[in-house]
C-alpha cells in the first residue's frame, strides 16, 4: 500500500498519514453521491439543515444515517430508532474487536479518535494495511488516521452540498445507488477464494430471506452466516488454511 | 418525536460500538478461530448490504430483466474482478443504472 519512497524511512509519520490518505481515496470520490443524497434525503425527512449536519458529525454512519432520517420523518419512537442503530451498527463491534489488538500500544486519545473514524470504507483499507506484515506496525495508525479523516472529511461536505442543493438533486439520478457500488467495488476484488466468495454469497443469500425481520435484524444475522460459512469450509480445505496462516493476504478487500 | 435527543442517542450507541472492542482488545487476547472469524467480517456484512440493495430495488424480490439494479451490479461486479478499482466499477455502473433507466 505505501509506496517504497525515500520518504517513508526519513518522515515515516507523514509518509503513513499520506498512504492512508490516497489508499481511500477512490472510496471517497465515490462516497461524494451517497453523502449528496444523505443531505437531500434527510431534508425532506423533515429534518432542519442543522440537524441533518449534525447527524453526520455525531453519528458519522451513512447507512444507519439513512435508515435514521427515514425513521424519524416516519415518526418512530426513540427505542426503535435506537435499536435499529444498535443492530444495523453492530458490524462496527467486530470492525473494533478486529483492529483492536493492532491499536493495543497505543494511547488512550488516539484510540478514542480512531475510534469514531472507524467506518466501513476505513476499515477496509486499514485491516488490509494492518495485514501487510512486511510494514512495522510502529505508525501504521497514521495511516488509519489518513483514510478515517479523509473520509470524515469527504461525508461532511457531501452532507453539506446535499443540504444545500436540496430538491434540485432529483431522485430519479438514484444516487443512493453509489453505495452498493462501492462495496461492491471493496468486496470483490477480494474474494480470490472459495471461502470468502462463499462467505459472500451465503450472507447475501440471508439478508435476501431475512430481509422483513424487524430492527434490520436480517443484517446481522446475515453476517453471522457469512462468517460461519467462511469458517467452516476454510478448516475443510488445508491448503486454504495453511495459506490463511502463513500470509493475511486471503483478508478481504 | 425530540429529533436532537435521537441524533444523540444514535451517535452514543454507534461510538460506543466503535471505541468499546478497541479498549477491551487491551486486555483480551483473541484466539485462532476468532481471528479467522473476523477475516470473514467485511465479505460478509457489505454483501448483505448489496444483495438486497441489487436484488429487491423496491422492497420486494425482482430477479427479472426489468430490474435495472441487478443488472447495473453485475455489470459493475464484472467491472470490479477486471479492474480492482473502485471509481470504475462506481462509474460503469451508474452509467449502465441511467442508461437502463432511460431505455426502460
Given at each position: ?44 425527512a ?21 435508515i435514521g432520517a427515514q425513521m424519524m420523518g416516519t415518526g418512530a419512537v426513540l427505542p426503535v430508532l435506537w435499536l435499529t442503530t ?129 430492527y ?38 | 418525536m425530540?429529533?436532537?435527543?435521537a ?98
Amino acid at each position: 500500500m505505501i509506496p517504497d519512497t525515500p520518504t517513508a524511512s526519513s518522515r515515516p509519520r507523514l509518509s503513513e498519514l499520506w498512504g492512508g490518505v490516497k489508499a481511500e481515496l477512490p472510496i471517497v470520490l465515490g462516497g461524494i453521491p451517497f453523502g449528496m443524497i444523505y443531505g437531500v434525503l434527510a431534508l425532506a425527512a423533515g429534518l432542519t439543515p442543522a440537524q441533518a449536519q449534525a447527524m453526520s458529525l455525531i453519528v458519522f454512519a451513512g447507512s444507519a444515517q439513512f435508515i435514521g432520517a427515514q425513521m424519524m420523518g416516519t415518526g418512530a419512537v426513540l427505542p426503535v430508532l435506537w435499536l435499529t442503530t444498535l443492530v444495523v451498527n453492530l458490524r462496527h463491534a467486530l470492525y473494533s474487536t478486529a483492529l483492536g489488538s493492532d491499536l493495543r500500544h497505543l494511547p488512550r486519545r488516539w484510540r478514542w479518535l480512531l475510534a469514531y473514524l472507524l467506518t466501513d470504507e476505513a476499515y477496509a483499507m486499514t485491516a488490509v494495511h494492518y495485514a501487510n506484515r512486511q510494514i512495522p506496525i510502529t505508525y501504521k495508525h497514521w495511516f488509519f488516521l489518513g483514510a478515517g479523516f479523509i473520509m470524515w472529511a469527504e461525508w461532511q461536505i457531501s452532507t453539506a452540498v446535499g443540504i444545500f442543493l436540496g430538491a434540485e438533486v432529483p431522485a430519479s439520478w438514484s444516487l443512493d445507488f453509489t453505495l452498493a457500488l462501492t462495496f461492491i467495488g471493496i468486496v470483490i476484488p477480494g474474494l480470490k477464494e472459495r471461502p470468502s466468495a462463499a462467505a459472500a454469497l451465503s450472507a447475501g443469500i440471508v439478508a435476501v430471506l431475512a430481509y422483513s425481520l424487524p430492527y434490520k435484524l436480517g443484517l446481522m444475522a446475515a453476517a453471522l452466516t457469512g462468517i460461519v460459512v467462511g469458517v467452516v469450509l476454510e478448516r475443510r480445505d488445508p491448503k486454504g488454511l495453511a495459506s490463511s496462516n502463513s500470509s493475511h493476504e486471503a483478508q478481504n478487500p | 418525536m425530540n429529533i436532537w435527543l435521537a441524533i444523540i442517542g444514535m451517535g452514543i450507541i454507534t461510538y460506543a460500538l466503535r471505541l468499546g472492542p478497541i479498549l477491551l482488545m487491551e486486555r483480551i487476547e483473541i484466539g485462532g478461530t476468532a481471528r479467522q472469524a473476523l477475516r470473514f467480517v467485511p465479505a460478509a456484512v457489505l454483501s448483505a448490504i448489496i444483495f438486497p440493495e441489487l436484488l429487491m430495488p423496491g422492497g420486494t424480490l425482482d430477479i427479472s430483466l426489468g430490474n435495472e439494479r441487478l443488472l447495473a451490479g453485475l455489470l459493475a461486479a464484472i467491472v470490479a474482478w477486471r479492474t480492482k478499482n473502485v471509481l470504475w466499477t462506481i462509474a460503469v455502473g451508474m452509467a449502465a443504472l441511467w442508461l437502463l433507466q432511460a431505455v426502460g
